[in-house]
């Protein structure tokens, strides 16, 4: 079974960043995302990336601090997320599917998921 997997959580202060990896699977899927769910609510988009000139996608309440991007030697897929704060404590889920461009936001498009990374920011 395919599976994918999350590094790079941690805790980091309000204004630091953080990188989150995910080791994704080769040729698979068309599309990695990462979602996020915060304590008590849930999971929501935070950013995506499809293969092949696909594009790149991020919440809009993130754009300007979040990013993602890919290593393609590696295949592994990157969230780098700068100016962090507090309310962006949350489990990080890296995800693979093969969403169609108008659905590259929704959960239901990606079919396989890792377990979580948890990142907890300090105020």
């Known amino acids: 079974q395919v599976q994918l997997e999350e590094s790079g959580g941690g805790l980091a202060q309000a204004g630091g960043s953080l990188r989150l990896s995910c080791a994704a699977p080769?040729?698979?899927?068309?599309?990695v995302g990462w979602f996020r769910r915060a304590p008590g609510k849930e999971r929501e988009f935070v950013a995506s990336?499809?293969?092949?000139?696909?594009?790149?996608f991020v919440a809009d309440s993130l754009k300007g601090r979040f990013s993602i991007s890919r290593d393609r030697a590696t295949n592994t897929i990157y969230l780098q997320m700068n100016s962090l704060k507090p309310e962006d404590t949350a489990v990080y889920y890296c995800?693979?599917?093969?969403?169609?461009?108008?659905?590259?936001?929704?959960?239901?498009?990606?079919?396989?998921w890792g377990q979580g990374t948890q990142v907890t920011v300090s105020s």
């Open positions: 990336l499809r293969w092949n000139g696909g594009g790149t």
């Open positions: 995800a693979a599917g093969r969403p169609i461009l108008s659905t590259v936001r929704a959960e239901r498009e990606y079919t396989t």
């Open positions: 080769p040729n698979t899927f068309n599309a």
